[in-house]
């Protein structure tokens, strides 16, 4: 039972490339979660689905794009990548709307 | 703007003593609140919780208070240990909404 996991752990783009964020949960939880964390920012969501065929922006949704692939998988998109995305993406699923479990982070950086 | 606000960025104490951390929130129509716990190079991991019909929820070494009328919870860690070394994440959420707002975060480093 490995809970949420995240792939890559760490990338580096330049401005304007492209990449997806994939994210998977084995818990068999219908919402799924983006988030970003920068510096005394705390967390803040950036899309989330509530259930498998939904998705719905969060706080801070410019830039990127979502898929609920499956009842599992949830991955984040950024298409065209600037510097002001260089952050820590967590991934994070419920059951309820309540506890969420999250997953290790991907670090990215945008040169 | 931010609903969940830490108004203390950090806190240090010392080993066997009281960690005490809080959280103010501004939306009234928060009912629930979580703290999580995150270590450097890993994902926030769920603590303690709170129902706002609640003013007190205790679990082991873990407590949080919720004083409604002032918007303002707190998390009692007693006795501080060093493992409890992290980042704690006070949230909160709305009735039927899926969403948890986070406030910036505390970084406790207990004394040994």
């Known amino acids: 039972n490995a809970g949420v996991t995240q792939t890559p752990k760490f990338q580096v783009l330049k401005t304007g490339q492209s990449m997806t964020l994939q994210c998977a949960q084995d818990?068999?939880?219908?919402?799924m979660y983006w988030y970003r964390q920068d510096p005394g920012m705390g967390l803040r969501l950036i899309y989330y689905?509530?259930?498998?065929?939904?998705?719905d922006k969060g706080e801070v949704p410019n830039g990127y794009n979502v898929s609920r692939l499956n009842k599992r998988e949830f991955s984040l998109r950024l298409e065209s990548a600037a510097p002001s995305q260089t952050s820590v993406y967590f991934c994070?699923?419920?059951?309820?709307?309540?506890?969420?479990?999250f997953g290790p982070g991907t670090r990215l950086t945008v040169t | 703007d931010q609903q969940v606000k830490q108004n203390s960025p950090s806190l240090s104490v010392q080993e066997g003593r009281i960690s005490i951390l809080n959280c103010d929130y501004t939306?009234?129509?928060?009912?629930?609140f979580l703290w999580y716990k995150k270590y450097p190079a890993e994902g926030p991991t769920f603590l303690i919780s709170?129902?706002?019909?609640?003013d007190k929820n205790e679990d082991g070494r873990f407590t949080v208070f919720l004083n409604k009328s002032a918007k303002h919870l707190s998390l009692h860690i007693v006795p501080s240990q060093p493992g409890d070394s992290a980042v704690y994440f006070c949230?909160?959420?709305?009735?039927?909404?899926?969403?948890?707002?986070f406030g910036a975060g505390t970084t406790v480093t207990v004394r040994a």
């Open positions: 994070a699923s419920s059951q309820t709307s309540f506890e969420q479990y």
């Open positions: 818990m068999n939880h219908n919402s």
């Open positions: 689905s509530a259930s498998e065929g939904t998705t």
């Open positions: 939306n009234s129509m928060f009912d629930y």
């Open positions: 709170i129902s706002s019909i609640k």
């Open positions: 949230a909160a959420s709305a009735p039927n909404d899926y969403k948890l707002s």
